[in-house]
């Protein structure tokens, strides 16, 4: 259902999309299809239209708990879209929590609210709720046998936002699951989000290098685990060692397009990484043979001079291997106006061209 509604959605077809989500039986399940397509389209008579719908949803639940939880959505589909009016319905949904008797159901709400300010990036907040929930749980009146399981349930869904949480944040979510599955007596799940956790700690003070050292180490999974956790900085350098890896062991398509992702994101978002690491995965680059890589390398560097020394080499190579407008084009590109000329020289002959 939801691939035909963005479907419809990708070729214009609001009001065919919106007559999809509106057929789709069960209520929530039809309030997350209203979410997507309000965070879809832009215009703003289209934004009410939905925004209505959903709110009839809301009012058709009888119950606190479902209440709460479709208020939550409505809440981290208005912030995501950029619409402050998103606090106001996590505000609603704190009141209808409030309202709530039953302990588990009130504990259920909590996780419910903590889980969708996550998904809107609300971290602070969706931690403290989600150690509300877990607090309000412990203190339950109701057989173990209940709060066992409700727990359970709670460390899967701080899990799961854990798992979508890719910044330094998500170590304390997987710190709180694993306490919780101690509490319940599932130890190995819990030494495994602990590990988690650690890792996390590890990307934090080492950077890129935890990455290069789990790739010496042929740990490809911890090495692609720790990048989404580093510094924007760190994180394209992350990726280019990666890619370098890859390369190395055969899989050029897969190294190719993480070239090309490191690239994008630095240049899209302005990312400035140590030109003197970059550097090194330039010439590592060059080593072994990928040629254009290292230019997308060099193109990454600030520093005119570290640049301009990069552009050297690869000038040279192309010239050392019989290619000499592309040596000549690369050459033209350096910015140290001696460099160039030096480079220039010994393209045409006039030095030695394997000299470097």
Do not use: C
Not at 57 to 68: C, H, P, Q, R, Y
Not at 325 to 345: C, F, G, P, Q
């Amino acid at each position: 259902m939801m691939e035909d509604i963005s479907d419809l959605l990708q070729r214009g077809n609001f009001s065919s999309a919106l007559e999809l989500a509106l057929r789709i039986e069960d209520p929530f399940s039809r309030l997350e299809a209203l979410s997507y397509i309000y965070q879809y389209v832009e215009e703003s008579e289209y934004r009410e239209a939905v925004l209505g719908r959903m709110l009839e949803i809301v009012d058709s639940f009888e119950g606190l708990l479902e209440k709460a939880r479709a208020l939550a959505l409505i809440g981290y589909t208005l912030t995501v879209t950029g619409d402050k009016k998103g606090e106001y319905f996590f505000k609603k949904v704190h009141q209808a929590i409030k309202a709530i008797d039953y302990s588990l159901w009130k504990a259920e709400g909590y996780g419910y609210l903590a889980y969708y300010m996550a998904l809107a990036g609300k971290y602070d907040d969706a931690f403290y709720y989600y150690n509300i929930a877990y607090e309000t749980a412990q203190k339950s009146p109701e057989p173990y046998s209940k709060v066992l399981s409700f727990l359970y349930r709670l460390a899967q869904q701080i899990l799961e936002s854990a798992e979508k949480i890719h910044s330094p944040e998500a170590k304390e979510f997987y710190e709180l699951a694993a306490e919780i599955y101690e509490d319940i007596k599932r130890h190995l799940s819990a030494q495994e989000l602990k590990k988690k956790a650690s890792l996390i700690e590890m990307a934090l003070e080492k950077g890129s290098r935890l990455v290069s050292e789990f790739l010496e180490r042929r740990d490809v999974d911890n090495a692609v685990f720790v990048i989404k956790y580093l510094p924007d900085e760190e994180k394209v350098l992350a990726l280019l060692e990666i890619a370098y890896w890859l390369f190395l062991h055969d899989k050029k398509g897969l190294a190719k397009s993480i070239v090309e992702d490191a690239f994008r994101m630095a240049t899209e978002r302005k990312i400035k990484p140590n030109d003197e690491k970059l550097e090194e995965i330039a010439l590592k680059f060059l080593k072994i043979g990928r040629i254009e890589e290292a230019l997308t390398v060099g193109a990454i560097i600030s520093d005119d001079r570290i640049a301009s020394r990069v552009f050297e080499k690869i000038a040279l190579t192309y010239a050392k291997r019989g290619e000499k407008l592309k040596a000549i084009t690369v050459a033209e590109a350096i910015s140290d106006e001696n460099i160039k000329r030096d480079v220039l020289k010994a393209i045409e002959g006039e030095e030695n061209v394997g000299h470097e």
